[in-house]
């Protein structure tokens, strides 16, 4: 079975800024992987690299077993972006039966409700433009969108970014359980503290290199930290 995104000394140039260098990671399926980093580190240039909305400049991107270029390697696969705009002059419901018929699929009303719950997102601010929204709102949708797909993988860039404390909680539980059931994630956070309880392994970037790569629990054990911001400083400190 091949592993849901394997990265291979990868690299991406700017002109002559080098954004990623020699980066190398694995994500199997099933599993949760946060790729932290501060901004500017890489995070979304690797993220589009694995969309093929750039090209890498060396190395080798697959998402099960296929390069970004074939179409079918984004087969079952969901994306939401940091800064996620969804169609102003659409209401909630409406954007969400858009996305299904571009997947050819059929929503459930039900499963649509309780999952926009567990969302925080209620019956009446599925009913209203999505104009209105605020950027936690509009995130809220988006991620409602990629999970209704019940896709296999899900990438999601920065996808706590702007929320309040309860609008992350429940983006953190709604993950939480979609990886319980089986589903694989890839996700980038400055928000170290996100991380916790959610993902399996770790990968950080720093001035576009990794600079570990493991499980959260043996990060903190390597650095001999109590928290993972702790961590991260102690990790990126020989690095300035």
Same mark, same amino acid.
């Given at each position: 079975?091949?592993?849901?995104?394997?990265?291979?000394?990868?690299s991406?140039?700017?002109?002559d800024?080098?954004v990623?260098?020699d980066?190398?990671?694995v994500?199997?399926q099933?599993?949760?992987?946060?790729?932290?980093?501060?901004?500017?580190?890489?995070?979304?240039?690797?993220?589009?690299?694995?969309l093929?909305f750039?090209?890498?400049?060396?190395?080798?991107v697959?998402?099960?077993?296929?390069a970004?270029?074939?179409?079918g390697?984004r087969?079952?696969?969901?994306?939401?972006?940091?800064?996620?705009?969804?169609?102003?002059?659409?209401?909630?419901?409406?954007?969400?039966?858009?996305t299904?018929?571009?997947?050819?699929t059929?929503?459930?009303?039900?499963?649509v409700l309780?999952?926009?719950?567990?969302?925080? #997102?209620?019956?009446? !601010?599925?009913?209203? *433009?999505?104009g209105a929204?605020?950027?936690?709102? /509009?995130? @809220? %949708?988006? &991620?409602?969108?990629?999970?209704?797909?019940?896709?296999k #993988?899900?990438?999601l !860039?920065?996808p706590m *970014?702007?929320?309040?404390?309860?609008?992350?909680? /429940?983006? @953190? %539980?709604? &993950?939480?359980?979609?990886?319980?059931?089986?589903?694989? #994630?890839?996700?980038?956070s400055?928000?170290l503290?996100?991380?916790?309880?959610?993902a399996?392994?770790?990968?950080? %970037?720093?001035?576009?290199?990794?600079r570990?790569?493991?499980?959260?629990?043996?990060?903190?054990?390597a650095?001999?930290?109590?928290?993972?911001?702790?961590?991260?400083?102690?990790?990126?400190?020989?690095?300035?």
């Amino acid at each position: 079975m091949p592993d849901a995104i394997a990265v291979k000394s990868l690299s991406r140039r700017f002109g002559d800024r080098q954004v990623l260098a020699d980066v190398s990671f694995v994500v199997t399926q099933g599993a949760a992987c946060a790729l932290v980093g501060a901004n500017g580190a890489g995070k979304t240039t690797l993220i589009k690299i694995l969309l093929d909305f750039l090209n890498p400049s060396a190395g080798d991107v697959q998402l099960f077993g296929r390069a970004p270029g074939d179409p079918g390697s984004r087969a079952g696969s969901a994306f939401l972006p940091e800064r996620f705009i969804p169609p102003a002059f659409l209401t909630g419901n409406e954007f969400l039966r858009y996305t299904a018929e571009l997947q050819g699929t059929a929503l459930n009303p039900d499963a649509v409700l309780a999952m926009a719950a567990r969302l925080d #997102l209620g019956e009446l !601010d599925l009913s209203k *433009s999505v104009g209105a929204y605020s950027k936690g709102m /509009a995130q @809220k %949708l988006g &991620l409602l969108a990629c999970l209704m797909a019940s896709p296999k #993988l899900l990438l999601l !860039d920065e996808p706590m *970014s702007g929320l309040d404390v309860q609008g992350r909680r /429940a983006i @953190k %539980l709604a &993950l939480q359980e979609y990886h319980a059931a089986g589903g694989t #994630l890839l996700f980038t956070s400055h928000l170290l503290n996100d991380i916790s309880g959610l993902a399996d392994d770790l990968v950080v %970037l720093d001035q576009g290199r990794v600079r570990f790569n493991g499980a959260p629990a043996d990060f903190l054990a390597a650095h001999g930290a109590a928290d993972m911001e702790q961590a991260y400083l102690a990790c990126v400190a020989g690095q300035l």
